[in-house]
């Protein structure tokens, strides 16, 4: 993906509240999933609520580029055609995944069995990424896979002879290491496990089974045998609960909110940040819990509440890994601290978010010691007001909406930079976002031509 001639600003006006009802826009990682596994699926599927944000374009892109027609996505409607597991063809050229990790995992895994050579490549943050993580599994079930010595991409997959299942256990919790095994396992001669040490989304596992794929779980561990077929079924994905997040902590740190959020995803892994909340004080009624297309969903009314620091459980840290940058400024307006432990991970996310939050923070007024796997945060209070400023978003789409909801409690104008990414997850953010009450301005500017050549000339690198 070519860096983009404009750049991004937020500008946001201080205070306000947030009030009403809002859908936000579908999940990223089942859109992810949804794809993969349609493209993969013998017949038609009928996508409902699909993502059409940068990352899942990203991945239906990657598949066009092999051979699978697919109509849309329009208002959220795709339907794809299925190729069937043995079907794809080989890319012509080195398929661009933008920013989205997912994709890249993911898809390391599940081209890793093909007869084909394939390269996959990425934006400057995603070439910093640890691909290791995946490499070195795949390795071991037989893949042939190149990375630069860094373990980094572009990875070019080469056809393996054959794969073979593992039985792994995963070195940290992580969702998008077992999606790409489990995806690979379905090219692969007998039986993979992968074992977790802390329960990570399980989408794959979900949509595997929704797709007629036997997949067995006992505790900790989830196995598949090679070899099956997957059939088309219609998939209705529920809004983001990563995405919803920057509302839950907006309604709750801004005095006179009342927002309700529809339909939202409500997979016990991934409700972290909903648990985190309500533990810090937040008023966070679960209204309607129904199901939809295999996942649960419920509508979420937060009305603002006085928080308080906590330390953050270290089993939630993963069942909320996306949703800190938001945690961050619900624990700068809490009263008392707040601690982070056991969240190393964040350091590897689209930019190090802990010590990005930690910069953003501090320009704000706010006392925030980053350690190597977490953060201590010291709130202002029920009573206190951030200050304003400069914050820089890091080009990382969480960073940027985090900052921009903590205006709603800040005295003067907040700017933040670098906010395009915004669109890998969250299209419309600014437009929904100011429908609901906050005071949000989008600022396109041209790029000085030496910054553009200078992010062009990093993600050649
Ligand atoms: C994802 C898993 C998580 C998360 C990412 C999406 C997925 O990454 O941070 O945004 O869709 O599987 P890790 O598996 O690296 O924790």
Redesign the pocket.
């Given at each position: 993906m070519t860096a983009s001639a404009h750049s991004l600003s937020f500008e946001l006006a201080p205070g306000g509240a947030l009030r009403g009802e809002l859908r936000v826009p579908g999940d990223?990682?089942i859109s992810?999933r949804a794809v993969m596994l349609a493209a993969l699926a013998e017949g038609e599927t009928e996508i409902e609520g699909f993502l059409e944000g940068a990352d899942s374009l990203a991945t239906l892109a990657a598949f066009r580029a092999m051979g699978v027609e697919a109509d849309g996505p329009i208002a959220g409607r795709l339907r794809v055609s299925g190729v069937g597991l043995q079907g794809l063809q080989a890319p012509q050229q080195a398929l661009d995944l933008g920013n989205s990790?997912?994709s890249m995992?993911?898809l390391s895994g599940l081209l890793a069995g093909q007869r084909f050579a394939s390269t996959l490549i990425g934006d400057a943050s995603l070439s910093r990424r640890p691909m290791g993580r995946v490499i070195d599994p795949l390795t071991q079930m037989g893949a042939r896979i190149e990375a630069t010595p860094e373990g980094r991409s572009p990875l070019r997959l080469l056809p393996a002879e054959a794969l073979v299942g593992i039985d792994y256990a995963l070195p940290v919790?992580?969702?998008?290491?077992k999606?790409s095994l489990l995806l690979a396992g379905l090219y692969a001669q007998g039986e993979t496990c992968v074992t977790e040490p802390a329960p990570?989304?399980d989408?794959t596992e979900r949509m595997l089974a929704a797709f007629g794929y036997p997949v067995r779980r006992q505790g900790n561990r989830v196995c598949l045998s090679g070899g099956g077929r997957l059939i088309a079924t219609p998939i209705r994905i529920p809004a983001d609960i990563?995405s919803a997040a920057f509302f839950l902590v907006g309604a709750s740190i801004a005095p006179g909110s009342d927002l309700t959020l529809t339909e939202v995803g409500m997979n016990p892994t991934r409700i972290g940040v909903v648990n985190i909340l309500r533990q810090m004080g937040a008023d966070i009624a679960i209204e309607r819990p129904r199901e939809l297309g295999g996942e649960p969903v419920a509508d979420l009314r937060v009305r603002a509440a006085a928080l308080h620091g906590i330390a953050i459980p270290e089993e939630q840290v993963?069942l909320a890994?996306?949703e800190f940058p938001a945690l961050f400024i619900a624990a700068a307006c809490a009263d008392g601290e707040t601690l982070l432990t056991g969240a190393a991970?964040l350091r590897v996310?689209e930019s190090d978010r802990i010590q990005v939050m930690a910069g953003g923070l501090s320009a704000l007024g706010v006392e925030a010691e980053p350690r190597p796997d977490g953060i201590l945060i010291r709130g202002i209070g029920a009573a206190g007001l951030l200050g304003g400023g400069r914050v820089a978003g890091h080009g990382d789409h969480r960073i940027a909406m985090a900052f921009a909801i903590s205006a709603l409690r800040a005295i003067a104008p907040i700017q933040i930079d670098d906010c395009a990414n915004v669109e890998t997850s969250f299209p419309g953010f600014a437009g929904l976002a100011a429908g609901v009450g906050l005071q949000i301005t989008e600022r396109r500017a041209e790029k000085h031509a030496e910054e553009h050549a200078k992010e062009h000339a990093e993600e050649r690198a």
């Open positions: 990223k990682s992810h990790g997912t995992r993911l919790a992580s969702a998008q290491v999606s990570t989304r989408h990563s993963p890994i996306d991970e996310k």
